[in-house]
């Protein structure tokens, strides 16, 4: 499973990379959240992890920018998941239009389980 994470902090990626230190999963990272629909495309995304404070952008705008590219077939469907800072910002999550949320600090359990169920749903739906 191929997975794009958006973070420009090193310790978010390897928060994440760690959590998912399986073979299965395949991670790729990318720093600059203006370059996500070209990055998603370039390395196969089967998911995305986007964390909330990332650039200047923030990953409220990536997920959205994700969603336009899946909309105007740029994109095939991906599902995304936004890496909150406090549990009221799911409402955030939401309004972005993210499949799925965390609170950091995660579990490497609830992170795998997150993307093996969002990648599931999104390949018996496609």
Not at 67 to 74: C, F, K, Q, V, Y
Not at 90 to 102: E, H, K, Y
Request: aromatic letters at 4%; charged letters at 20%; hydrophobic letters at 50%.
């Amino acid at each position: 499973m191929n997975i794009l994470v958006v973070a420009d902090e090193a310790w978010v990626h390897q928060e994440v990379t760690a959590a998912l230190a399986e073979a299965r999963y395949q991670i790729t990272a990318a720093t600059d959240p203006s370059t996500v629909v070209d990055a998603c495309r370039e390395a196969g995304a089967d998911a995305v992890i986007t964390d909330l404070q990332v650039g200047a952008m923030g990953g409220m705008a990536v997920i959205r920018n994700i969603r336009a590219a899946i909309h105007a077939g740029d994109l095939p469907p991906t599902p995304t998941v936004l890496l909150l800072d406090r549990g009221a910002d799911v409402f955030i999550a939401g309004r972005a239009g993210a499949d799925g949320a965390l609170r950091k600090p995660f579990g490497a359990f609830e992170l795998r389980s997150m993307l093996d169920g969002l990648v599931a749903a999104d390949a018996t739906s496609s």
